[in-house]
């Protein structure tokens, strides 16, 4: 295949839908989980759900790299940005993250000067242009994005620039995943790979849940008969007894990752000790933060943040959506308090959030499972 529409043939999606079926056992119930938000919507917009047999049920993860950020370090940013002198850069999924004291653009109304950019190397063409300011990005992400931050650090040193800074909430994805597969709150019997993060990290550190929690995972791209093909995958590994990383999306993840993209994040970055996680809690060594060797570039080292919790609202059930264990349509405001106009939880946030694709385009299929539950 060479074309996207080849990865978008409807009659190819329906052969390998009947080819999935064939390999369902008789009475089984099959639940994977796709773990990053591209894969949710593409689940979504082309109604991949439609084309699986009903004992098979895909839950979605904790790989929306916004929707995982808690309410305490959106506090965090917003009180940077309200410092004097300073220009707060972030991507624009993040404008609208609510935090207990509002979100960025909450931030914006009382006078703090937040924009939005596309990449960290606009920020620092943005301190370049203000030498009178303190310009801070927001960096975001799993190790996808981490790169991009990390060699815009490096360009900032070399280039002398003093007035730029970086406030780190990358995280990264293997703690996560193994603190979903240590609740107890959900059963899997495999899962979709994230795509976009195997291109740097690869395939083998997958390898922990195929050999110890003995879950088949298939790496996927992220066009609808990748996803298909992941869950045939996955079932076929089930159906021999194996539990095995597999490659679907060979074309662009290289097995052994982007082997240039990791040294730059090593050289930038460390782990932190721990990390907190919305809905997930504490997660040990699962974030990124800048090495002491380039404090003059970290945000945290250069403005006394409060580094306080913040309890997410009642109403938001954002947490057991992460994890799976509710679909969006499920949670007690979905649709109705929260939206994306006016969003509780940031999964109705992201582009990547599990409510938002839900949202956008499962409106239908949430309504026929409200009809044949009578909720």
Sequence with gaps: MRYVDEYRDAAKARALAARIAALCEPGRAYKFMEVCGGHTHTIYKHGLEDHLPAAVTLVHGPGCPVCVIPMGRVDDAIHIAEQPDVIMTTFGD????????????????????????????????????????????????????????????LRARAEGIENFSVFCNHVTILP???????????????????????????????????????????????????????????????SEGRSEVENQYA?????????????????????????????????????LRVRERYAAFDAEELFRIPGGRVADPQACQCGEVLKGVLKPWECKVFGTACTPETPIGTCMVSSEGACAAYYNFGRFSRDRVREATGT
């Design 94 to 153: 993040m404008m609208r993250v609510p935090g207990g004291r509002g979100s960025f653009l909450d931030a914006t109304a009382r006078g703090a000067d937040i924009r939005m950019v596309y990449s960290p190397l606009d920020a620092l063409k943005i301190a370049r242009e203000n030498p009178g300011k303190r310009v801070v990005f927001l960096a975001i992400g799993f190790e996808t994005t981490a790169p991009s931050t990390a060699m815009t650090v």
């Design 176 to 238: 996560a995943i193994k603190a979903i597969l240590d609740s107890p709150d959900l059963r899997l019997d495999g899962f979709i790979g994230p795509g976009h993060v195997s291109t740097v990290i690869g395939c083998l550190p997958y390898g922990f849940i195929a050999r110890d929690y003995g879950k088949p995972l298939v790496v996927a791209g992220f066009e609808p008969l990748d996803v298909l093909q992941a869950v045939y995958q996955n079932l076929i590994q089930l």
């Design 251 to 287: 074309r662009v993840v290289p097995w052994e990752g982007n082997l240039k993209a990791l040294a730059v994040i090593d050289e930038v970055m460390e782990l932190r000790p721990t990390f907190e996680w919305r809905g997930l809690g504490f997660i040990s060594e699962s974030a």
